[in-house]
Structure formats: C-alpha cells, structure tokens
C-alpha cells in the first residue's frame, strides 16, 4: 500500500513540473478582427434557436490565448482576439431568456468558435469556459 501511494506522489509532483507555455511579451497577434459585429451575428444563426430575435452587447476585441491544460502537455491551443458577447434571444416557447454571455475566439480575422461564460458558480466547468487556461494579453 506504502509504494501505491508514493508512486502516485511522484507522479503527481512530475506532472506539476510541466508548465503552460505563454507567449513573448513582443508576440504579433496580427490586426485585430474587423466588421466583427456581423461576423459574431452570422456565426451565432446557426447557435441560436430564434437568431431573428437576439439582441447583442458586443465588446471590443482584445488579444487573448489559451492553454491546452497541463493533461495535454500545456501547450498553445489557440491565439487570436476574443471579444465578450451578451445575447438575450427567444427559446422555443417564445420567451426571451436573458443575457447569457459568451466569449467568441477571432483568429485570422473570422469566428473560429465560441463558448458560453460562467453565469454562476453552480454551471458544471464542463459546459463554460475553461477560464483558468485563457489568458488576455
């Protein structure tokens, strides 16, 4: 039992020795996305239930990345622009729902995917964003 527990130990602490791997402090992100208002609208037609009756809060855009997680080596999974979104559409009995915010990654000046952000502390990690592994640079 003794040497189960102190594999597990040094395996643990190996794995705490890798690191996420960030980007230099001069790291060209490229322009930021234009007509993003449009592309965010066109992206989330396809999401949402009732695209015709969504209202949007959209922000600026802002030079962001990601980490894949120290599971995956900590790698860069993503780098570009991420802008908030806060969008209050119908749902299927007509009702609006609220404002639900998303953030939505731009890379190479389009939408490359969206996730929804964190509204409370009960939502399961798993349906929000990984907000620990993003960074805004």
Known sequence: ???????LLTAIVLSSCAGFEALPA???FGQPPT???SKIRSHFDYVLK??????????????AYQNEGFAFGGEIAWKGYAVDVRINA???YGGFT???PYLVYFSGGQVRQHCKKRENLNE????????VLFSRF
Do not use: T
């Not at 399961?124 to 907000?131: A, E, G, H, Q």
């Open 1 to 7: 039992m003794g040497k189960k527990i102190l594999i």
């Open 35 to 37: 007509d993003i208002e």
């Open 124 to 131: 399961s990690i798993m349906d929000v964003c990984n907000d």
């Open 98 to 100: 609220g404002w639900k």
């Open 90 to 92: 119908r749902n299927s």
């Open 26 to 28: 001069d790291y060209n």
């Open 50 to 63: 009732d695209p015709d009756s969504a209202r949007y809060q959209i922000g600026s855009p802002y030079k």
